[in-house]
Structure formats: structure tokens, C-alpha cells
């Protein structure tokens, strides 16, 4: 329980320090941002702060810091340091980075600031990356709330039931403008996933002495002996440092209304899902009491551990809320996950999205290839496992690729050239743990760990070197001045 609440602690020592500290590497102004010089009412919306936060933490908190929170936590207790450190370090900046950046260039997405800072192949890779990504983690974000829904509801709404009611709603979510459903729904739902991650807490810490919190230990747990480099590291994402963030917080970045409250919204959010995520990585070893039980419980569904630790902990009742909150929450990033498909799709294909048959176009065949892609999920036993294993490591190159692109941005800023080590870092630590895994994992080329281990270290060296050779050629070039400032498209 110490450990615990030192994580909470940390978090928020780290919100209140470090988020300082990357808000004056990036050096915000009082230029107009999307929401005011653009406005065009249907991704372009002011949006209060308040409300573009709640926004923000839903688009981001999905099935993420809940699933692979608890999947994360079967390597023990030692994932708390990746949750509270990956997020301060990596994850917070990693986002605030994304939505700031994307905020001076008119809410561009993450593939269209890939051209401009990293040129044209890598903006057509992260068109490509990012669209994959988005439609696997929307078909996640339909598959396991479905498979909630189903438990709570009487045997005739099935998985497949449910799955249609919820691409029925991303069809509506998807093409209505931001501040019709999303804006208005959203801060409903904040409270009740903020509220449900407390309930559970509370249960645990209340149950008088029935469970036990664990506490931190670098012991080498996993009852399957998978290492914890670099499996935890991509199993954990959303909870630490994701690249879906990345998809979704040019969102927000065409809604607020100055780029002083970017901190609150894209730092803070991601401080908070983290809580989150520690809230259940917990939970998971403290109700099963090691990390073998709660293993073996994951065998028969991620879901289904959800629904026993609700009900065991919180009650018949208590646990119907703390499963609507989980419900909610990987809902509200499906959703934004197809509408952030579209954007990029309309971006590519120069289609304006004022008119509603231009969405249209995009938003049909999207969501049908989501429909196959969840028909698959549930009517395979192991079809959610597959799609969340690629989605998890595309989540994370998609990351290491946005952090290059922030440390790109920062070397071309002159006077901010030193201060490009804040993403030059974890873009290096993101690199290493995107390509060992691809190399040893069952899903990509499983290699040995004696040569997956060394290429992947050195794959994420060189890409550092590069870094340091265009930093020390930038430092021969003029400094920009405030003429050359981003400027809103």
C-alpha cells in the first residue's frame, strides 16, 4: 500500500515540476490557436478547458490502462515504476508534445507533422501506421466492452449484440461535429470513470484486511518466465507511454482556446490515466494474491478479470458501476479512434470535412472493415489477444516515431536545441523497445534474446547518433526568429 500511494505522489510531484519544465522547453504564446482562428464547427470548436480535459482523458484512457495495466501487473509489482516513471518522463511528453505541436500547425495529425519535420516517406509510413493502428484500437475499444456488456445483460444481448448497438453509436460519433455528442457526453463520463477508479481503490483499501496491496519489488515474477524487457514495456502502453495519444491529441489540439491550458489538457490527462492505471495494476495482484493466479485468470479473458475483481471487491451493485465506468471508458476512445481514422483519410485525400456526404465517404467503409475486424475478435477464442498484441506494438513504434518527430520540431527551434533531449530520450528508450520486441516476440520474427536484445540496442544508438550529428549541423544555422514562428494553416 506505501508503494502505492509513493506512486501517487510522484505523479503528481511530477505534474507539478516536470510538466513546468517541458511547458518552457516548448516556449508557449498568445498566438490564436485552431479553435479561434479556424472555427469551422465541426473539428475546429472552442472548447472550455475543464470540459477539454475530461475530452482529452477519455479519447486516451480506453481498454489501455485497464487491460494492460492488469496484464502488465502478472510481471509483478516492478510495473509500477514503468507506469509512474514512463508517464512523467515519456508518456505526459510524448502527448503534450503531439497536441501542442499539432496546434501550431492547424490541428494537423501525427502523419502530416511526420512530412513536415521527417519528410515525405515518413509521412506516408505514419498515414499507413497510424490508420492501421486506429482501426485495430477501434476494434478493441468494440470487442471488450461488448464482452462486458454481455455479462451484465440477459443471454439474448450477446457480444455480437452489443458490438453492432456500439458501431452504431462511433457511426453517429464519427460524423457529428465534436461538440454535438463527444463534447457533451464526455464530461459525463470523465466523472463516472474518475468516480468508478476510486470506488474500486476504496474497495480494496476498506476490505479489512481481506486484500492486501502489493508492494514494490524488482523480483522477477512473471509465472511464464516472459522477461520484463522489453514484453512489460509494450504490454503497459496506455498506462505509460502510448502512441495512440499521438492519433488523438490533435483533437483537442483543434478545441482549445489558448496554448496556456495545453499543460492541464495533455500533460495532466496523461498524468491522470496513469493513476488509472495504477489503480488496476494493483488491483489485479492484490485480489488474485500472486501473479500466477492472476495469470491464469487472464487466460479466460481480460474481461472477465475485470468483472470478478469489481464484484469481489465493490459487491454485486458497486461492481455493476465500477464495470459501467470500464465500459465508458474504452467506448470513448473507440470512438474518437474512427473519427481520428477519418481525419487522417481526409488529410490524405484533400476531402473537406464541413460536408457531411465527404464524411461519409471516409466514415462507411471504415467502419465496416471495423465490423469484420470485431466479427473475427469474437468469434475466434483468442481473436481480442491477437489484434492487441499487434495493436500494442504498433501503439509503441507509433510512439517512438511521434517522439522523433517532437525532437525534430525542438532541433529546428534554435533556441530550444539543448532542450530537445526532453523527447531525444525517450524517442531513444522507445526505439530500443519497439524493434527488440518485434525481433523476439511470438507475433513478429522470434529471434533469440542474444540477437534481439543487442540489434535492438543498437538499432536505437544509431538513430541517437543521427540525432547528434543534425543537432551539431543545426548549431551552424541561424537561430529562427519570431518571424519564423508555426504557423496556424
Not at 506516408?124 to 482501426?135: A, E, Q, T
Not at 449484440?161 to 456500439?166: K, N, P
Not at 494493483?282 to 494474491?289: E, K
Not at 543534425?470 to 518571424?483: C, G, M, N, Q, V
Request: proline share 4%.
Amino acid at each position: 500500500m506505501i508503494s502505492l500511494f509513493i506512486s501517487f505522489c510522484v505523479l503528481v510531484i511530477g505534474y507539478i515540476l516536470y510538466s513546468r519544465f517541458t511547458e518552457n522547453i516548448f516556449a508557449t504564446d498568445d498566438r490564436k490557436t485552431p479553435a479561434i482562428a479556424v472555427n469551422d464547427g465541426v473539428d475546429c470548436v472552442p472548447m472550455k478547458t475543464w470540459k477539454a480535459f475530461l475530452v482529452q482523458l477519455l479519447n486516451i484512457a480506453g481498454t489501455g490502462p485497464i487491460f494492460g495495466a492488469l496484464m502488465g501487473a502478472v510481471f509483478g509489482p516492478v510495473v509500477f515504476l514503468w507506469i509512474v516513471l514512463g508517464s512523467i518522463l515519456g508518456g505526459a511528453v510524448h502527448d503534450y508534445m503531439s497536441g501542442m505541436i499539432s496546434e501550431r500547425h492547424g490541428g494537423a495529425s501525427i502523419a502530416e507533422l511526420s512530412g513536415i519535420y521527417l519528410g515525405k516517406t515518413a509521412k506516408w509510413i505514419m498515414r499507413i501506421f497510424s490508420v492501421i493502428l486506429l482501426v485495430l484500437c477501434g476494434t478493441v475499444f468494440v470487442t471488450s466492452p461488448a464482452a462486458l456488456l454481455a455479462r451484465l445483460t440477459p443471454d439474448g444481448m450477446n457480444g455480437t449484440f452489443w458490438a453492432v448497438i456500439i458501431l452504431c453509436y462511433y457511426l453517429l460519433a464519427t460524423l457529428l461535429p465534436i461538440d454535438k455528442l463527444i463534447g457533451k457526453l464526455y464530461p459525463v463520463f470523465g466523472i463516472l470513470l474518475i468516480v468508478m477508479a476510486a470506488a474500486v481503490l476504496g474497495g480494496f483499501l476498506f476490505s479489512g484486511g481481506t486484500f492486501t496491496l502489493p508492494e514494490l519489488s524488482l523480483s522477477y515474477l512473471h509465472p511464464d518466465g516472459k522477461p520484463v524487457w522489453p514484453y512489460m514495456f509494450v504490454t503497459v502502453a496506455c498506462g505509460a507511454v502510448s502512441g495512440f495519444h499521438a492519433t488523438q491529441s490533435p483533437m483537442m489540439a483543434k478545441c482549445i482556446t489558448s496554448e496556456k491550458t495545453g499543460r492541464k489538457v495533455f500533460y495532466g490527462a496523461m498524468i491522470s490515466e496513469s493513476v488509472i492505471a495504477l489503480v488496476w495494476a494493483a488491483a489485479g495482484v492484490a485480489f488474485y494474491g500472486t501473479t500466477q493466479l492472476l495469470s491464469e485468470a487472464l487466460s479466460g479473458g481480460a474481461s472477465n478479470v475485470v468483472y470478478e475483481i469489481s464484484t469481489g471487491v465493490l459487491g454485486t451493485f458497486g461492481g455493476i458501476l465500477a464495470i459501467a465506468g470500464v465500459v465508458v471508458c474504452p467506448i470513448t476512445s473507440g470512438d474518437t479512434a474512427f473519427r481520428g481514422v477519418r481525419l487522417i483519410l481526409a488529410e490524405t485525400f484533400n476531402l473537406e470535412q464541413k460536408k457531411i456526404r465527404n464524411r461519409l465517404i471516409i466514415t462507411i467503409p471504415l467502419l465496416l472493415v471495423g465490423g469484420l475486424l470485431t466479427w473475427f475478435a469474437i468469434a475466434n477464442d483468442n481473436g481480442f489477444e491477437i489484434i492487441w498484441r499487434y495493436f500494442s506494438w504498433s501503439n509503441q513504434t507509433l510512439a517512438m516515431i511521434a517522439l522523433w518527430v517532437a525532437t525534430a520540431y525542438l532541433v529546428k527551434k534554435g533556441k530550444y536545441r539543448f532542450g530537445s533531449l526532453l523527447t531525444a530520450l525517450p524517442a531513444t528508450f522507445m526505439s530500443a523497445v519497439s524493434m527488440t520486441y518485434i525481433l523476439i516476440a511470438t507475433e513478429g520474427l522470434r529471434l533469440s534474446a542474444t540477437i534481439a536484445y543487442p540489434v535492438g540496442v543498437s538499432f536505437a544508438a544509431v538513430l541517437f547518433i543521427v540525432y547528434i550529428v543534425l543537432w551539431i549541423k543545426s548549431t551552424r544555422t541561424p537561430k529562427e526568429t519570431d518571424a519564423d514562428r508555426d504557423v496556424v494553416h
